[in-house]
């Protein structure tokens, strides 16, 4: 089960939300469970806490022992840091209470004293291993991600109309929602700043995001109806279907809108890095909504600095919570994931502000305090938790490798060439739209009744992933995409395509000479979630044999076969079957027995991998439990389960033909 988004899963000790329940619920019917947040704090510490429980409520149970390891965590990082910084060639002495703890916690071996570099990678592994939040949680930073633009702030002080002098407080900070819906435009001092900025950079595109649905629908009807400026909306009351129009309207390069006019929901799942220009309508009153506003740009891809437009009213709660986030939090041009935690603090004196504008003194304060605050959280998470998690979350040596297998993926075409054959042997219709990019719909000779993945509507499909990052409209194939895997699938498991046959024009050979190309693979039948593919063999085998039963495998490579040979029409490919079919089942059979006296080997091999990868598992868990207590002896037994289960399924292997090729030689 994956749950995006999943800062929404509010809890506290007293009430719960109903989204949070229903999530617990599902957690103990799925075999895994992934949660997704680009702000897992929001909420505060306690809602960080509920969403850890459903991973894991053994392991955090209570809300007082998880504030309690926050303790441990500086220690543990200053040791980590030591082992880290001192140069290679140096050895590394250890303090008599460090020492305690690194006993305490990975073992009585340990002696303080680190000659070798590559004896402390594996003591910081073992670190990092035990102290439980990154066995749950991987977050990864600015700091150790690269690829994230500058942020430039540019603020503009209007004019209160007088139609909102009279509203107080948070009222204020939404002054619209509290007026009549289609006569606000019309004296808004904000509208009129939009329309004069928007007309001033046409070729501009722009992001606009507020607070209220009815904001945004009226904003969108101004610009569209009065003002002529080209203008979508996204917002709560539109079908996905509306709201993916309304993105790709606005995405078109060369006829969409000029600006996307947003409610709150454009500040989560949508992404817009091919912007740099976001509009602030208004301020939410959640530093961690804001961050997800600003986010929406602010991503790994953008390629230029962000400019972040902010109109607001002068001496008005507008102008306060403006100044707290820019000079109190810093977070206009710097992210700052604890904007809750430091909010928290400080909402009973912002509010109080808010109905004070006048009072310099208090707000000045209210700001130095946010300062003062913010810095020494950022000092505590720098060196407790956040920063064991950023060690532990990237990788780099591992991350690098990824990243240029998946770059070197993406640039091979085999994937469009493989999908391209398919659609025109199952007859799907497919167009170029541009380049790298397929407009896909079912055919009206398609050969099935479903042709997996295929919307019955039709679908715009692209290979480039910069492209997929800009239209999200769009599907992104990859191998893994469930289009082409589904695919694949179909091709190994349908009667369509695994069988034919074919003439080979070679001279040398008898005319009439029957070869008999088969594909076997190794299958289990198995709960998905014990992965045993991953220990069976990847590539099927293949057997080449003759009218005698001679295996020609090694000598005529598939290849240099395949290129040589021709189709033939259906009914004579029948007189064919028809008149060789003893000789035919007899190729079979020995293929199969050739196959069959390889199964035995094949099943020993994947059993030596899964015990192998599992032992590795069940080892560490079993260490780790003697020093660590969040290591549950269910844990243990799991990996002992899972273990049995996997070589029993293994043992239990069986063979499947996929594929076969009938071949006679022609003169």
């Known amino acids: 089960m994956i749950v995006d988004e999943a800062h929404h899963l509010t809890w506290s000790p007293e009430a719960p939300s109903k989204a949070y329940d229903l999530i617990k619920h599902l957690t103990t019917q799925s075999t895994g469970v992934l949660l997704l947040t680009a702000t897992p704090e929001q909420g505060g510490i306690e809602g960080h806490f509920a969403r850890l429980h459903l991973l894991d409520p053994a392991r955090f149970h209570s809300l007082d022992a ?80 690269a690829g994230f633009p500058r942020r430039l702030t540019h603020t503009y002080p209007l004019a209160l109309p007088s139609e909102y002098q009279n509203l107080n407080g948070t009222a204020s900070l939404t002054p619209e929602y509290h007026c009549n819906k289609q006569e606000w435009p019309h004296f808004d001092t904000r509208i009129e700043w939009l329309v004069g900025w928007l007309k001033q950079n046409k070729q501009t595109k722009c992001l606009l995001i507020c607070h209220e649905n009815n904001t945004a629908i009226e904003i969108d009807k101004y610009l569209n109806l009065r003002a002529g400026i080209r203008s979508t909306a996204f917002y709560e009351g539109l079908s996905i279907i509306e709201r993916d129009r309304a993105a790709a309207y606005f995405s078109d390069e060369e006829c969409g809108a000029q600006i996307l006019v947003c409610s709150e929901i454009g500040s989560e799942g949508r992404n817009f890095q091919f912007l740099q220009d976001l509009i602030l309508f208004d301020l939410p009153m959640n530093p961690d909504l804001l961050e997800q506003r600003i986010g929406r740009l602010d991503r790994i891809g953008q390629k230029d600095t962000i400019n972040i437009h902010v109109p607001y009213f002068e001496h008005s709660a507008q102008s306060i919570l403006l100044d707290w986030y820019h000079k109190g939090l810093q977070q206009f041009d710097h992210s700052f994931s604890a904007g809750y935690i430091v909010f928290q603090s400080f909402s009973s004196r912002l509010e109080d502000a808010f109905d004070r504008p006048e009072d310099k003194a208090l707000i000045d304060n209210l700001i130095k305090d946010t300062m003062a605050a913010k810095q020494e959280l950022s000092q505590h998470r720098e060196s407790g938790r956040d920063a064991l998690l950023e060690l532990n979350s990237c990788r780099t040596h591992i991350a690098t490798s990824l990243i240029e297998q998946i770059r070197t993926e993406e640039s091979d075409q085999n994937i469009q060439d493989y999908l391209c054959l398919a ?96 594909w076997y693979s190794v299958t289990c039948s198995a709960p998905k979630a014990l992965q045993i593919d991953q220990y069976l063999p990847i590539t099927p085998t293949r057997f080449l044999i003759d009218a005698t039963g001679k295996d020609l495998t090694k000598a005529l490579a598939y290849d240099k076969l395949n290129a040589i040979c021709q189709p033939i029409k259906k009914d004579i490919a029948r007189t064919i079957i028809q008149r060789a079919r003893s000789t035919i089942e007899f190729m ?55 273990k049995t289960t996997c070589l029993n399924a293994i043992e239990h292997a069986q063979l499947n033909l996929q594929g076969l090729k009938l071949m006679m030689t022609t003169d």
């Not at 690194?102 to 590559?118: N, Q, S, W």
């Not at 997929?468 to 289009?483: I, K, N, S």
């Not at 994947?606 to 002896?633: C, F, T, W």
């Open 66 to 145: 998880f504030q309690a390891e926050d303790n441990q965590y500086s220690q543990i990082r200053s040791i980590v840091k030591t082992l880290l910084e001192t140069p290679k060639n140096e050895t590394v002495q250890l303090n008599k209470e460090d020492i305690a703890l690194l006993i305490e916690t990975i073992g009585d071996t340990v002696t303080g004293t680190f000659e070798t570099y590559d004896q402390r990678l594996i003591a910081i592994e073992s670190i990092l291993d035990i102290h439980g939040p990154g066995r749950e949680v991987f977050r990864n930073t600015r700091k150790s991600t």
């Open 423 to 518: 659609f025109d042997r199952y007859g799907v219709n497919y167009e170029t739209h541009s380049d790298d990019t397929l407009i896909l719909s079912a055919g009206d000779d398609l050969r099935i009744d479903h042709f997996p993945g295929l919307d019955p509507d039709g679908m715009t499909v692209t290979f480039n992933r910069e492209r997929a990052l800009t239209r999200e409209d769009f599907q992104f194939l990859t191998w893994e995409h469930p289009l082409v895997s589904g695919v694949m699938e179909m091709v190994l498991t349908s009667e369509f395509g695994n069988a034919c046959v074919a003439t080979l024009p070679i001279k040398k050979l008898p005319a009439g000479s029957l070869f008999l190309e088969v």
């Open 588 to 642: 079979l059979q020995v293929a199969h027995e050739m196959m069959e006296s390889r199964l035995p080997d094949y099943k020993a091999s994947a059993s030596k991998k899964a015990e192998s990868y599992l032992n590795k598992e069940l080892y560490r868990l079993q260490s780790l439990s003697k020093v660590n207590k969040s290591i549950r002896p269910e844990n243990i037994e799991y990996i002992e389960r899972k």
